[in-house]
């Protein structure tokens, strides 16, 4: 008797669950012309007292991290604002936010045209945070030309490139049925704040405006308080 060749048919029930979720929060700061153009001004005014020091930003200016030294009380103001999202998106198995001190490191960038950050993390710190100050646009600047100056944020997804992984154009399907890209580029305004993990690694593409950028970048820990 022959044995039939057909493969063996059945069913089976797929569904697509999404774990190991990145937060990222993106704020818009209301009603703080005054306090965007203290911290500006304070900004530049640092810039003509301070040569700078080279961390990933390349062609640009990047201060020393004392902004909350010589930042005043604008800068102090911002911290603790970021601060207080950071908290509420902060867990802490056993204990609570309020069982820490909250550290805060502050710089800023001047970015000319020809401007980059390259890609890179802020390790020892659990979150990191960028204020943008002035996208070196203006509000009457044309769609196309806003487009064409590049400098947008972009962030990385941390789990490419796969470990031995040979097929560089693969993507993970994600849970809503899209591919999803290695990267992702936000196009932030003034007064816009993004807070993140400090381990997920971000840069800034290279800027073509015509005048200069300016932001101002935070670090984010949390020590436990003495007994």
């Known amino acids: 008797m022959s044995r039939s060749t ?67 009380e604008s ?28 550290l805060l490191q502050m710089w800023a960038n001047i970015t000319p045209p020809g401007g980059m950050n390259d890609l890179h993390a802020h390790p020892g710190n659990l979150w990191a945070a960028v204020l943008y100050l002035d996208m070196g646009r203006s509000e009457r600047d044309e769609p196309a030309a806003i487009e064409d100056a590049g400098g947008n944020f972009f962030i990385e997804d941390p789990r490419f490139p796969l470990n031995v992984m040979h097929n560089t ?19 932030l305004n003034r007064g816009d704040v993004i807070i993140f993990p400090a381990w997920l690694r971000h840069g800034v593409r290279p800027y ?6 300016i932001s101002v970048a935070i670090n984010i820990d949390a020590v436990p308080m003495p007994r």
């Open 208 to 213: 073509t405006g015509d005048r200069e950028r």
């Open 169 to 187: 154009g693969f993507r993970i399907m994600g849970a809503e049925g899209k591919p999803q890209e290695i990267q992702q580029e936000l196009r």
């Open 6 to 72: 057909s493969p063996i048919e059945f069913r089976i029930k797929a569904q697509s669950i999404g774990f190991f979720e990145t937060p990222v929060a993106i704020c818009q700061l209301s009603e703080a012309e005054s306090l965007l153009d203290d911290i500006e001004r304070k900004v530049r005014e640092r810039r003509n007292n301070d040569p700078g020091v080279t961390r990933s930003n390349v062609g640009s200016w990047h201060s020393d991290t004392n902004m909350l030294e010589w930042g005043g």
């Open 75 to 102: 800068a102090k103001a911002l911290g603790e604002k970021v601060v207080s999202i950071a908290r509420r998106m902060s867990y802490f198995k056993g204990t609570s936010p309020d069982a820490f001190n909250w």
